[in-house]
C-alpha cells in the first residue's frame, strides 16, 4: 500500500495566518491526492481533489498543489471555522490510503 | 441535501458480530460506489471495505477480509456492513463515504461522508 505522510502532525496559528500543510507519498500518484477536513463528531468534508479542484462550495482561501509525491494545502487568511483537523488521501491505487492527519489549533 | 446516517455500532465481545448501516438522504444511493472506512483511537483513517453503485465490485482490506461483508439494498437506499469475528483491534469509529461515480475509479474521491458509529471490542 502507499504510504502518506503529512507535516506537520499539529500547528498553532492566528486568525488571519496562512497556513500550509505538506503530504507526501511513497511512490508516485500522480495528480491524485484529496484533501478533507474533519472536526471532533462531524462528518469529514471534502475540500480538494485531484490535488488543486476545489469541491464546490469550498471557500478560496482553501487551496491545493503539487504532484508526482509532494502535495500541499494551504489555508490563506485562517477563519475561526478552520480550526480543525486535515488530512490527505491518495487515490491513485486501491486501497485509497489517508496521512495521519494535521491538527490546526488556535494560537 | 445529502445526508450519510450511520447506525448499528456499539460494544461487543470479542468474537461477536454486528451489522453497522449507513441510510442515505437526497441521492439515489444506486447510482454511486460506496465505501467503509475506520478510524481507531490514535491511528489514521483506513478504508476497510468499497462496493460499487451495482453491486458486482467489492474491496476489503485484508485486515478484514473473510470477516466482514459489504452489501447494499438499494430499495431501501441503504448500505450495510456485516462484521463477523470482532477484534478489539477492530474498535474503531465507522464511517460511510459516497463517491461521485458508480464505481470506484482511480483517482477518485469521496464527495460525501456520515458522521460515524462507534463499535468497541471488549471484553
Known amino acids: 500500500d502507499i504510504q502518506m505522510t503529512q507535516a506537520p502532525s499539529s500547528l498553532s496559528a492566528y486568525v488571519g495566518d496562512r497556513v500550509t500543510i505538506t503530504c507526501r507519498s511513497s511512490?508516485?500518484?500522480?495528480?491524485?491526492l484529496n484533501w478533507y477536513q474533519h472536526k471532533p463528531g462531524k462528518a469529514p468534508k471534502l475540500l480538494i481533489y485531484?490535488?488543486?479542484t476545489l469541491e464546490s462550495g469550498v471557500p478560496s482561501r482553501f487551496s491545493g498543489s503539487g504532484s508526482a509525491t509532494h502535495f500541499t494545502l494551504t489555508i490563506n487568511s485562517l477563519q475561526p471555522d478552520d480550526f480543525a483537523t486535515y488530512f490527505c488521501?491518495?487515490?491513485?491505487?486501491?486501497?485509497?490510503?489517508f496521512g495521519q492527519g494535521t491538527k490546526v489549533e488556535l494560537k | 441535501e445529502v445526508q450519510l446516517v450511520e447506525s448499528g455500532g456499539g460494544l461487543v465481545q470479542p468474537g461477536g458480530s454486528l451489522r453497522l448501516s449507513c441510510e442515505a438522504s437526497g441521492i439515489t444511493l444506486r447510482r454511486f460506489a460506496m465505501s467503509w472506512v475506520r478510524q481507531a483511537p490514535g491511528k489514521r483513517l483506513e478504508c476497510v471495505s468499497t462496493?460499487?453503485?451495482?453491486?458486482?465490485?467489492?474491496y476489503y482490506a485484508d485486515s478484514v477480509k473473510g470477516r466482514f461483508t459489504i452489501s447494499r439494498d438499494n430499495s431501501k437506499n441503504t448500505l450495510y456492513l456485516q462484521m463477523n469475528s470482532l477484534r478489539a483491534e477492530d474498535t474503531a469509529v465507522y464511517y460511510c463515504?459516497?463517491?461521485?461515480?458508480?464505481?470506484?475509479?482511480?483517482?477518485?474521491?469521496?464527495?460525501?461522508w456520515g458522521q460515524g458509529t462507534l463499535v468497541t471490542v471488549s471484553s
Open positions: 463515504a459516497k463517491d461521485p461515480t458508480i464505481t470506484i475509479i482511480g483517482g477518485g474521491h469521496s464527495d460525501y
Open positions: 488521501q491518495q487515490s491513485y491505487t486501491t486501497p485509497r490510503t
Open positions: 485531484l490535488s488543486s
Open positions: 511512490q508516485y500518484i500522480s495528480s491524485h
Open positions: 462496493i460499487s453503485g451495482s453491486g458486482n465490485s467489492t
